[in-house]
C-alpha cells in the first residue's frame, strides 16, 4: 500500500470495561462511562485503542480515521453505513454512517473516518 490513514485526526477518551475488550475491536457504550465489546449488527460507539492490564479500564478512539476488519461484502467507498460485525470489527449494514476512504479486500480491512 502507498498510503496509509491511520491515526489521523483521532481523538480519545477512557472508559470502564464491562466483560472482555480487546484492543482493536469496535466497542459500544454500555453504561455510565463504560463500554463493551459489540455484538452482530450494533451501532458503534468507536475503537478500543489501549485496555489496562487489569481489563478494568480503556481508551477508546472516538473520532478520526481508523482500520478495522470487515466481514461480508466490502464496503462501499464514500458515505457508508456500517455496523459492527460481532467479531471485533465492522460490516456493511444499517447502522452509523461513516466516511469509508479505502477497502482492502484482499486483507478485508477497511479504512473509515469515526
Same mark, same amino acid.
Given at each position: 500500500?502507498?498510503?496509509?490513514?491511520?491515526?489521523?485526526?483521532?481523538?480519545?477518551?477512557?472508559?470502564?470495561?464491562?466483560? @472482555? *475488550?480487546?484492543? +482493536?475491536? &469496535? =466497542?459500544?457504550? %454500555?453504561?455510565? !462511562?463504560?463500554?463493551? $465489546?459489540?455484538?452482530?449488527?450494533?451501532?458503534?460507539?468507536?475503537?478500543?485503542?489501549?485496555?489496562?492490564?487489569?481489563?478494568?479500564?480503556? @481508551? *477508546?478512539?472516538? +473520532?478520526? &480515521? =481508523?482500520?478495522? %476488519?470487515?466481514? !461480508?461484502?466490502?464496503? $462501499?467507498?464514500?458515505?457508508?453505513?456500517?455496523?459492527?460485525?460481532?467479531?471485533?470489527?465492522?460490516?456493511?449494514?444499517?447502522?452509523?454512517?461513516?466516511?469509508?476512504?479505502?477497502?482492502?479486500?484482499?486483507?478485508?480491512?477497511?479504512?473509515?473516518?469515526?
Amino acid at each position: 500500500m502507498k498510503y496509509g490513514f491511520e491515526g489521523i485526526g483521532c481523538w480519545s477518551a477512557t472508559f470502564a470495561c464491562s466483560g @472482555s *475488550v480487546a484492543e +482493536g475491536r &469496535m =466497542v459500544k457504550i %454500555s453504561g455510565n !462511562g463504560q463500554v463493551s $465489546a459489540c455484538a452482530d449488527g450494533d451501532s458503534f460507539a468507536g475503537m478500543a485503542d489501549t485496555v489496562s492490564r487489569d481489563g478494568l479500564a480503556c @481508551s *477508546v478512539t472516538l +473520532g478520526g &480515521m =481508523v482500520t478495522a %476488519s470487515y466481514t !461480508g461484502a466490502a464496503p $462501499a467507498l464514500g458515505w457508508t453505513a456500517l455496523a459492527a460485525d460481532g467479531a471485533g470489527g465492522v460490516k456493511a449494514a444499517a447502522g452509523r454512517s461513516c466516511l469509508v476512504v479505502s477497502v482492502d479486500q484482499t486483507a478485508k480491512q477497511v479504512a473509515f473516518v469515526l
